[in-house]
């Protein structure tokens, strides 16, 4: 941001007037239907028993793995009762082989307290995945990544996304060198997108060093509370008769495909890194690769307009 700043590509005045949206971070995951995930708890702790030499009395997973194939043949179909039939026999089976494991722990007294600490978390979260159901609130969605939550945005194509709730800030109008980010960070816990507004502008002030006067929401925000001395300007608002609000108001839909290549070019739709850190890290992460992008492109204007002053060859520039 420094940079764009000093090079005229972003002005302080844009800096001032910002638009603010969530989006959702998704994770790297598999879909998570009950055989999977109960089939990878199976595989997880058979996993662990391989590791630290525990010799189990039966290992389920050609039995899991069976199951599975049955139920998604099974689940959308006539033999729907026949797949939860699989179902319901998949979670007898990983119970019976937590409590082997948790046996055999015991059995070795206190020179197993080290192992007992390996399998801790891993029981847990199978435990967890075998007793869980479908209203159930803070479920586990992933056995690699239990952090990740469902969050659903009202898509029609996309009804619940697996992941978790980002929110971005972008200049309101479009400065020289193009719409910069200025603002994005991760909210775990999937909160109400009202209460993120003072976070998200707090975090803005914080980046630009400059004061934010007015933000741009959508109807999600209704209710945010702000105390701040930003003014908020929700879209769809009637009575607005500046013609200058009114005018950015309607730009407050140019964040949206700020979001489609933050998720395209960046690596917001598809999150590698671990655990919540790993979210946060991956969402400043592509706010910088986005303003980066802004940045090349900009100096190569920049250097095209200085040669072409000069009568020079273009500098072939790498894309």
């Known amino acids: 941001m420094r940079v764009a700043l000093a090079s005229g590509a972003l002005s302080p005045q844009a800096c001032a007037r910002i638009t603010v949206d969530t989006t959702v971070q998704t994770k790297a995951v598999a879909h998570p239907t009950d055989a999977h995930l109960l089939l990878r708890a199976m595989e997880h702790v058979c996993r662990l028993a391989r590791k630290h030499g525990l010799k189990l009395r039966q290992s389920f997973l050609r039995l899991g793995r069976e199951a599975r194939r049955e139920v998604a043949r099974l689940i959308h179909g006539k033999g729907h009762k026949q797949a939860l039939r699989h179902l319901r026999k998949m ?55 239990p952090e990740v939550e469902c969050i659903a945005k009202g898509k029609a194509r996309t009804r619940y996304e697996f992941g978790v709730k980002t929110s971005i800030a972008v200049t309101n109008g479009r400065a020289r060198g193009g719409q910069f980010i200025l603002g994005m960070h991760a909210l775990p816990g999937n909160p109400f997108d009202g209460h993120t507004l003072s976070g998200q502008i707090a975090q803005v002030e914080r980046i630009t060093g400059i004061k934010v006067t007015r933000a741009y929401v959508d109807r999600g925000y209704k209710g945010h509370g702000h105390k701040g001395e930003a003014e908020v300007y929700i879209s769809h608002t009637r009575g607005i008769t500046s013609p200058t609000i009114k005018r950015e108001l309607r730009r407050r839909n140019a964040i949206e495909p700020i979001i489609g290549h933050a998720k395209a070019d960046g690596l917001l739709e598809r999150n590698h890194l671990k655990g919540a850190t790993g979210d946060a890290i991956n969402a400043i992460l592509v706010a910088a690769g986005h303003n980066l992008r802004l940045l090349i492109a900009w100096f190569a204007a920049f250097l095209r307009a200085i040669c072409s002053l000069w009568l020079l060859p273009e500098p072939a520039l790498a894309g």
């Open 91 to 145: 979670r007898t089976w990983l119970g019976r082989l937590t409590r082997d494991v948790a046996r055999k722990i015991e059995a070795l007294g206190e020179d197993g307290a080290d192992i007992a600490r390996a399998f801790a978390d891993t029981l847990e979260l199978a435990e967890k995945v075998r007793t869980q159901q479908a209203k159930d609130k803070n479920k586990v969605y992933a056995l690699h990544a």
